[in-house]
């Protein structure tokens, strides 16, 4: 068998992973020693790294890497939108398969990628840009396609789940943690897409395109991030018996669609009351878990390591050597692609509206401490017909008290307006927080 | 595109789900709707069954299935030794990929079934052969290629695992739980391949060979089943902080190997004490759980239902599809197998001898209720340079006590010497239970 020539754009954390594996193939699987690394784009052929790449093969110019003939997959690992996007774009153009960990590129511009990939009749590979090691791309698209499946969630952003495990565990505050968290390196200098969740949308937009079949409008996903979590909340959550998680959820909206032809996704990002007993709560650290529901399958639940270079360079592996593996099947690789691997949309999808989605939530108030303020929320939630599990008052000062609701599954339209009538009670000081609950 | 006949060897409850998937394409992966149920062998075409298979595809004898010219994929779901593995390898020699569930017939006749797929060019995959529903041998093949794999361990019996559910959540005896878990279905009516660890140890061993890539000898693998197990060690366990679940673990040895090129495999099967907040410990009832360790993965874990028709069913289709996408790139199928999908053997493993397995270890012992006791055991353990971890009394009656011991890691070699000793002290009674310890 000829050598597969690998191209890799950025050689950084991942990149090196990456390229550690290449070098060392001993005792991985033995199609990893069909690989030969032939080119590399850096921006900066001086720096120091721990790691030996011969001169010959590093560039500054990322197009010589993406033209080579000599490289029949590139590995796009250098992050940001572009000039990443327009290089897988060059790739693909020129005939070569593509594996990349870039989340943003693929939750904005996927379906134009994929479309570019299916013309050329090559494969864009992702496992890693969703879980870090953990599999779950390839399991989404090999593994389950017998399923209707009906919703997939989880935690799927390491650094979020590093800073809320250590808040409950310390019960410190979030901006003391998450300065912590950027000197141990395991929060970006800039933190905005991670705490805000428009990483963790990304994942989740990505993970509904394959679970459901259908691209994803990534803009419409509403998205809380825990920028705004109090360690009160934190609190009051762990005294009920819950911790909190920043889930990303993706379910199937069951209200008629407004849209004809198109399904329905209720899809969201936000911090997440989880019940002590549920296998979400255990997930602690930047590990990350996705579950899959669907039939007949019921529900199974992926854990690992949601980051760092070694898991994520094991992901986009995977991905070179099922690409490897297609192409030894001949000589000339002219045949289509495979169907599961490839991955196009089948059917066309939607993000419902915010108000259509349908939990349990979690809503805290201050309010004067007076004896029937609890009577007055209990009647409205009543008259919007919304069922409450529990209301817990916490008294904080002699004049202020804190009341904690706990509601069961309603739409988020009904509690909308609820919320905006109590808001208005003369008792009622401010909602000083919202959140889902399991 | 033509449809891609499908032949079914059985239609017990697993052959029900996969029919029933096959039959209603709706909402599922399309490549589904391109199946097409050509062909289904059952015992007895008068019995009553609720599913609706036309009479016309229904037959008694399963060599017209595995030789009609209209079937791609044969798929094998009768379970048992023979006939299913004749029929297997028939249907191979005939040019057919086969799918199958049949764990005893892989653990055992793995390598030969292999061998025959490899000269006819096709595909056997047996995903449904371990975890039930749960993803765990594609990942293994086709997403951990990468990675230098040190250790396969999990929770693979379903039985087994809801009767230490409930021996632990009520304090109950085996024996009574059994008897419940047959009337409800959980367990056989003949319970001994799931009890006594068999079937465990069929998983662990088609693991192995996928997870270091050489074929396990499967009657070499210790196994331990839970049919000895007392409600006495459930409850000193949950004393000490451990939960019991009866584990397969297979780990590479570190120990030199006395075969010259072959990897020697530490594998067992054991009910094993496992710490509270392991993730091992949550997973309750028929579920299953695996973990695979690697470099540079790090761990990760699969978990879900681990039997079961619809899970089972959906893992089967998932192996379907599989090689119906595989098939659908060319029309003339000419080509090389994929080396992921296929996988073959790529180097020699053996499992190595039970006493150089090493590990944490749980024994209760019943001794005289004399001062000494403690003393005389700890001293021959010391001998024996085998360091514990805690020694506990129980006091069972003015006379009689239990000791237990968990030890820190040891080989079993020298376990086994120092209990020799231990059970000639006039003090000790008799060892009433060893068990591992994570």
Redesign the interface.
């Known amino acids: 068998m000829k050598k597969v020539g690998i191209g890799l754009l950025g050689l950084g954390t991942v990149g090196k992973?990456v390229a550690?594996?290449i070098n060392n193939p001993?005792?991985?699987?033995?199609?990893?020693g069909e690989l030969e690394l032939v080119g590399v784009a850096v921006r900066n052929l001086q720096k120091k790294r721990d790691i030996i790449i011969p001169d010959s093969i590093l560039t500054t110019n990322p197009i010589e890497i993406v033209t080579n003939p000599n490289i029949q997959i590139i590995v796009e690992v250098m992050g940001g939108i572009e000039p990443a996007k327009s290089l897988i774009i060059q790739a693909i153009r020129a005939g070569k398969s593509v594996v990349t960990a870039n989340k943003a590129v693929i939750a904005r511009h996927g379906e134009e990628i994929s479309n570019e990939a299916k013309a050329a009749g090559v494969y864009v590979l992702i496992?890693a840009a969703v879980g870090g090691?953990?599999?779950i791309i390839?399991?989404v698209k090999?593994?389950?396609?017998?399923?209707?499946i009906t919703k997939v969630s989880g935690i799927i952003n390491g650094t979020t789940n590093y800073i809320l495990s250590r808040m409950d565990k310390e019960g410190v505050d979030y901006a003391d943690v998450l300065k912590d968290a950027q000197e141990l390196g395991y929060a970006e200098s800039d933190p905005a897409a991670d705490v805000e969740g428009s990483d963790a949308a990304d994942k989740i937009a990505i993970l509904s395109g394959l679970a459901f079949?259908g691209s994803i409008n990534r803009s419409n996903i509403p998205t809380t991030g825990i920028n705004h979590l109090e360690a009160v909340d934190v609190n009051y959550a762990r005294k009920l018996g819950y911790g909190i998680k920043l889930l990303a959820i993706s379910e199937k909206d069951k209200s008629p669609s407004k849209t004809e032809g198109s399904q329905p996704l209720s899809i969201w990002v936000e911090p997440t009351l989880v019940p002590e007993?549920n296998?979400l709560a255990?997930v602690n650290g930047v590990n990350n878990a996705i579950l899959v529901e669907?039939?007949?399958?019921?529900?199974?639940?992926?854990?690992?390591?949601g980051a760092?270079?070694?898991?994520t360079?094991?992901?986009?592996?995977?991905d070179?050597?099922?690409i490897a593996?297609?192409q030894?099947?001949?000589e000339d690789n002219i045949?289509?692609?495979?169907?599961?691997?490839s991955a196009m949309s089948?059917r066309n999808c939607h993000v419902a509206e915010k108000k259509q989605i349908t939990k349990k939530n979690y809503i805290r108030l201050i309010a004067n401490d007076s004896p029937g303020v609890i009577g007055e929320i209990g009647t409205i939630f009543g008259k919007k017909k919304i069922s409450i599990e529990s209301i817990v008052q916490f008294d904080v000062t002699d004049e202020e008290a804190e009341i904690v609701v706990i509601t069961h599954k309603i739409q988020q339209g009904q509690l909308e307006e609820a919320l905006l009538e109590i808001k208005n009670l003369s008792q009622v000081k401010r909602i000083a927080a919202t959140m889902g609950c399991l």
């Open positions: 992973g550690n594996i001993n005792d991985r699987h033995p199609l990893v496992e090691g953990i599999p390839e399991p090999q593994s389950l396609g017998g399923n209707q079949g007993d296998p255990g669907g039939n007949p399958i019921g529900q199974v639940m992926f854990f690992g390591p760092g270079s070694g898991p360079a094991s992901a986009v592996v995977a070179i050597l099922n593996g297609i030894s099947m001949s045949f289509n692609l495979d169907p599961l691997l089948w």
